[in-house]
């Protein structure tokens, strides 16, 4: 699993989509702090993530904790858009490979997540 998180933050850092490609497993799923369904498979969570990344990835974005137990992950992070403070955590759970198979984030406060999902449907819309 520690394969999986250092992929993951070697990600962060480089904001490429080819190591994002190769960290999400097929069945991989993610739940967003806004969308009521689950999104299954690897372009949905490719997608997904790749918007969250073009969203929250400016200059304040950081992790502030890190809690690990065996595959399970939990990065808690700030980031500041349009003058709100948002914080969130990211839930991730790495296969054997260290592969994402579940990607879950939750936002808050309120203003926050209005925001978010502002940007989030914005990026989603824009084609690839």
Do not use: C
Not at 70 to 82: Q, R, S, T
């Amino acid at each position: 699993m520690q394969l999986g998180l250092a992929a993951w933050h070697r990600y962060m850092l480089s904001n490429d989509p080819a190591l994002l490609a190769d960290l999400i497993a097929d069945d991989a799923v993610f739940h967003s702090p806004v969308v009521h369904t689950p999104q299954a498979g690897k372009a949905k969570v490719f997608a997904y993530l790749t918007a969250a990344g073009k969203v929250l990835g400016n200059d304040s974005f950081r992790y502030v904790r890190e809690l690990i137990d065996g595959p399970e992950v939990m990065l808690e992070f700030i980031v500041d858009i349009d003058g709100i403070a948002i914080n969130g955590i990211d839930l991730i759970r790495f296969d054997l490979e260290g592969r994402i198979v579940d990607f879950k984030v939750m936002v808050r406060p309120l203003k926050a997540i209005n925001k978010v999902w502002e940007l989030m449907a914005a990026q989603l819309e824009r084609p690839v």
